[in-house]
């Protein structure tokens, strides 16, 4: 017993530096066709699809994060009554969730620890599917030297992934001139619309406009701690 409580000792402290670490990364897989002008002021207007969204308080807090993207690289929001030169048509969404099913070893100390080791068996820790605010499984220490593999007791734990989605579209005003095409995919453990779009857009506009139909993994990191 006291064996196990040095090891509780010695390792918890490393599994939260572990998921702290890590933990907080956001992972999309984007994908951008452009024709792009080049930024010269030109003013541009950002609308959707979906009637429902245009107009709401949700739509108007993203669509003020796309706006900011695009006047830091040199376009302009255009004026009110003015008819801007760009029309940008934003989507987004997430799916219902899809169950996913997995075996795991619920034998005390026989679970990842969230922190990296070739020993680990798996994903999680102490058989439990966290579900925090991270949104994710972090692999993590498994010693089947100490437990034996495979654990005294395998068990089978469900979850549900989440597939979020941002599309962004800008056409030239009047005649319809498609110059950009994106999209934006994550997974997640959450559906949670107010963290996931903001991130999907930070995602959409890191390295904007990219390659003409270049398909990259962009890895947004967590903001900054605030200073207490």
């Known amino acids: 017993m006291s064996r196990l409580v040095n090891l509780l000792r010695v390792a918890a402290p490393v599994m939260l530096l572990g ?14 066709f452009q024709q792009m002008p080049a930024p010269q002021g030109q003013s541009f207007a950002i609308t959707s699809d979906d009637p429902q969204l245009n107009g709401g308080l949700e739509f108007g807090s993203y669509a003020q994060l796309v706006a900011g993207k695009l006047t830091s690289l040199g376009f ?9 030169a760009l ?24 679970r990842c620890w969230g922190y990296y080791d070739p020993w680990c068996g798996g994903f999680g820790y102490w058989g439990h ?28 734990e ?19 001139e498609r110059v950009f095409e994106g999209k ?31 398909t990259v993994k962009i890895t947004v990191p967590p903001p900054p701690k605030k200073a207490r």
Do not use: H
């Not at 302009?76 to 801007?84: F, W, Y």
């Open 19 to 32: 998921l702290s670490a890590c933990a907080q990364n956001f992972d999309a897989r984007v994908s951008r």
């Open 158 to 176: 469900s979850y549900t992934v989440f597939t979020s989605q941002l599309d962004v579209r800008i056409e030239r005003a009047g005649s319809s």
């Open 184 to 214: 934006a995919q994550a997974q997640s453990l959450n559906n949670n619309l107010s963290y996931l779009v903001p991130n999907l857009i930070e995602a959409m506009f890191t390295g904007f406009p990219g390659n003409n139909g270049e």
């Open 87 to 110: 029309v940008v048509k934003m989507t987004y969404g997430v799916d219902r969730g899809r169950e996913k099913v997995r075996t795991v070893a619920t034998s005390n100390f026989n």
């Open 129 to 156: 599917g966290w579900r925090g605010r991270y949104y994710g499984y972090y692999p993590g220490f498994y010693d089947p030297f100490l437990f034996g593999p495979g654990g005294l007791n395998d068990g089978v």
């Open 76 to 84: 302009r929001p255009a004026a009110s009554g003015e008819a801007p």
